[in-house]
């Protein structure tokens, strides 16, 4: 199935929105917005033929031509992210094995369905500002994560979404603090209800020593949580997080029918301190340093966090897994 494309205004946003992060200091770190114009490894724009290629014309009618893959449309992109794509398709190879690039194992090896995902990614990215060069380091980062050590997490089934026995299982570690973190939820949530048979979420909590608010918060989920109440706090927390202090987050534990009185006793004692340390190491020790960091059957997730890409991991997650750690042939 082919990925419907964004408008771009919309999907720039998202872009950025999706990638972004924060960090141990409790701050936003977003990308480098890619820049205005092409980076040298693109295609001359159309407007600024080169000497000898024939003119403008010639230059988009080559565009044109790299671009045109049966199946696949690519008209709604705008010039430069055309450009950039088309550099993709000549400059990176597929990751089917095959010894083509992306462009010619488009064309010249049509059943071959990984290659179409590859240009899906290529294309939503380019979409979003990326350069070229940008674009094939993230895949290339994204299909090694398939061969590296995977990480093994000790969850909570009640802090988890989707089937228990789900074969792919997505562990965030995220800040109820971190606007990333409130950003990415809604997306998470979506991706279960629409494949809870197959996906399941985790969350894992990692308060930020930049957020004053984020261990109080996290303290609360678990009372929460040792009263069958940890998706409702987790959503209340979420929701009003702009608002959070240990009196608001009190009353959120109230209106859910919770005692505000033993939150602020597991604040006061420490009751949950070596739990929420613990989550913490974890992280630590798989590379987490930002919020959110997600990890998908124990490998670092490395696509931007909407509900197309994260459905996109999961499908080649399952080919992965079901075919002894290999991509399937076409």
């Not at 059943?111 to 290529?122: D, E, S, V």
């Not at 792919?168 to 991706?191: I, K, N, Q």
Request: negative net charge; proline residues 6%.
């Amino acid at each position: 199935m082919r990925t419907a494309l964004l408008p771009v205004p919309l999907v720039a946003a998202a872009f950025f929105l999706t990638a972004a992060t924060c960090n141990k200091g409790g701050n936003s770190e977003t990308p480098p917005s890619a820049p205005s114009t092409p980076t040298a490894s693109a295609p001359a724009p159309a407007e600024s033929a080169q000497p000898g290629t024939g003119g403008s014309g010639d230059d988009a009618a080559k565009l044109s031509q790299t671009l045109a893959v049966p199946g696949m449309d690519f008209s709604s992109l705008s010039s430069g992210a055309q450009r950039e794509l088309a550099a993709v398709f000549t400059d990176e190879f597929c990751y089917c094995g095959c010894p083509h690039t992306l462009g010619q194992c488009l064309k010249e090896h049509k059943g071959c369905r990984h290659a179409k995902r590859m240009a899906n990614i290529a294309a939503q990215d380019a979409q979003a500002g990326a350069p070229s060069v940008e674009i094939i380091q993230q895949l290339g980062k994204y299909y090694q994560s398939f061969r590296e050590a995977r990480r093994t997490f000790k969850t909570d089934d009640r802090m988890c979404h989707g089937a228990k026995d789900a074969k792919v299982t997505f562990v965030e570690f995220a800040d109820f603090e971190c606007p990333h973190c409130g950003f990415v939820r809604p997306v998470l949530e979506e991706l279960v209800k629409k494949h809870g048979d197959k996906v399941r979420v985790c969350f894992m909590p990692y308060p930020l020593e930049g957020h004053p608010n984020a261990i109080p918060a996290a303290i609360a989920s678990l009372v929460a949580r040792d009263k069958g109440k940890f998706w409702e706090m987790h959503d209340q927390l979420f929701a009003n997080q702009l608002a959070l202090s240990t009196p608001a987050i009190k009353d959120l534990a109230a209106g859910l029918g919770l005692s505000a009185a033993e939150v602020q006793k597991a604040i006061d004692s420490g009751k949950y301190t070596a739990e929420i340390n613990g989550y913490k190491e974890a992280g630590k020790s798989a590379g987490v340093a930002q919020t959110p960091t997600i990890f998908l059957n124990g490998r670092a997730y490395e696509l931007a966090r909407t509900v197309d890409q994260f459905d996109h991991a999961a499908d080649d997650e399952l080919e992965w897994s079901s075919n002894n750690n290999a991509w399937a042939k076409d």
